[in-house]
């Protein structure tokens, strides 16, 4: 009884508040990574859900752009969600603004942050000057000093800051660590059409990681007609990116780039000095077995809910999810600890498990329902019985008619 109510409490909160809420391994938390998203990062944008559902990552979402209720609604989030004090803030190993309205951040939480990323916190902003919309706001934040990108150079350049429609092609460097070079093999788009860009201006000190050439061929300085895709810096401590573009563009497009994930989780990473994979194509893939597995989690929390409410006996079903969420753990320590070839074989483990519980859970729905359908059954039959009779009674032998009897005429003036 204990087992079910905690499963259906976890059922709950999977799918009342999947947001802040994720299928988590129970594992020190110093083997974990702690990541503060801020911007578009609600249950809309990928890059939410990637975070809620990778092992090494235990997010902190504070949706701050683009979310339903305008400025208010994001005033609300910060509010709620943002950390209360310095130390926690200071406790976050990266900090992600994908769009981030910043002028929403009061001047206290800047400085936390920017002090932060001093004491060794690693971060990662989008489009340049984080917003084609709010860089006057990010401008004039701490926040952004402790960023690669030189914003005041940016803003002092007569030439624009974004172009659109621009066709472009993405060079990576091969003489850096593999952070990126990893992938040029990969079935990524290097080449784009039609996309947005924005110009970046190396602080002194940063470096280059890839190369964006074309849409600012008439800037380039360093390269020929090429300016800085993504450029990262050590500011104090920590280790800060920038890229050109949004982070919902090229990173979260899973045609373009399905590698999207796999990128940001080498930054943070790096940021954070730990080793990049030797086989990026077995993370990749245990990636996708873990948001595989979660999926099937809720779709079989959602099974027996549905089988409950008609009197199925799920308990065997709930001590099985126990051995399969050890199982998992287990997995995801093998994961955190980086022995990546086991990890994969346990993970898989985990889905042939799940399934085989899922297979359970199904056939027990079945026998329960079987009642329901037997009744159904019954129910229509004897319907089909009773308007059958009904008819025949009616159309056939014509039990309700008197038989109409024959009427002469007598024929009149013949007399």
């Not at 402790?146 to 092609?169: K, T, W, Y």
């Not at 026998?367 to 056939?396: C, D, E, H, K």
Request: aromatic share 10%; proline share 5%; charged share 20%.
């Amino acid at each position: 009884m204990q087992n079910r109510l905690r499963w259906k409490a976890y059922l709950l909160i999977t799918l009342l508040a999947l947001v802040s809420v994720r299928v988590a391994a129970s594992q020190p938390d110093d083997l974990r990574i702690n990541v503060l998203l801020t911007g578009r990062v609600t249950e809309r944008h990928l890059i939410s859900s990637w975070f809620r559902n990778e092992p090494l990552i235990d997010p902190l979402l504070v949706p701050s752009r683009g979310v339903a209720g305008g400025e208010s609604q994001v005033r609300k989030f910060i509010r709620v969600y943002f950390p209360r004090n310095y130390e926690t803030v200071k406790s976050q190993d990266f900090m992600v603004f994908a769009g981030t309205i910043m002028n929403m951040f009061t001047p206290t939480q800047h400085k936390w942050m920017h002090d932060a990323v001093l004491e060794g916190t690693g971060g990662l902003n989008s489009r340049s000057v984080l917003s084609g919309i709010y860089y006057p706001e990010w401008a004039v934040t701490s926040t952004q000093k402790a960023f690669p990108n030189d914003v005041e150079a940016l803003l002092a350049s007569p030439s624009e800051i974004h172009r659109s429609g621009c066709d472009l092609e993405i060079i990576v460097r091969t003489d850096l660590p593999p952070v990126f070079s990893m992938f040029i093999d990969k079935k990524i788009r290097w080449r784009l059409t039609d996309y947005s860009c924005g110009r970046v201006i190396p602080r002194e000190g940063a470096t280059i990681w890839m190369w964006l050439k074309g849409p600012f061929a008439d800037l380039s300085t360093i390269k020929p007609d090429s300016t800085p895709h993504t450029i990262s810096w050590r500011y104090g401590e920590g280790l800060t990116w920038t890229c050109h573009d949004r982070l919902v563009n090229w990173w979260q497009d899973p045609i373009a780039n399905p590698y999207g994930l796999d990128m940001i989780m080498n930054m943070i990473l790096h940021s954070t000095g730990r080793s990049l994979p030797d086989d990026v194509e077995i993370v990749h893939d245990i990636r996708s077995k873990v948001v595989d597995f979660n999926t099937r989690m809720i779709l079989l929390l959602g099974t027996i809910e549905f089988a409950e409410s008609f009197g199925a006996n799920m308990a065997p079903v709930f001590d099985g999810m126990d051995d399969v969420m050890d199982s998992k753990g287990e997995a995801d320590g093998m994961y955190l600890g980086q022995d990546y070839e086991r990890a994969w074989s346990a993970y898989r483990q985990c889905i042939q498990e799940l399934q085989d519980l899922n297979d359970v859970a199904m056939e027990r729905k079945d026998r329960a329902l079987i009642w329901i359908y037997l009744v159904q059954w019954l129910v229509v039959s004897a319907t089909l019985l009773v308007a059958g009779f009904f008819l025949w009674s009616v159309m056939i032998r014509r039990r309700l008619y008197r038989e109409v009897s024959h009427t002469s005429f007598r024929r009149t003036g013949t007399e």
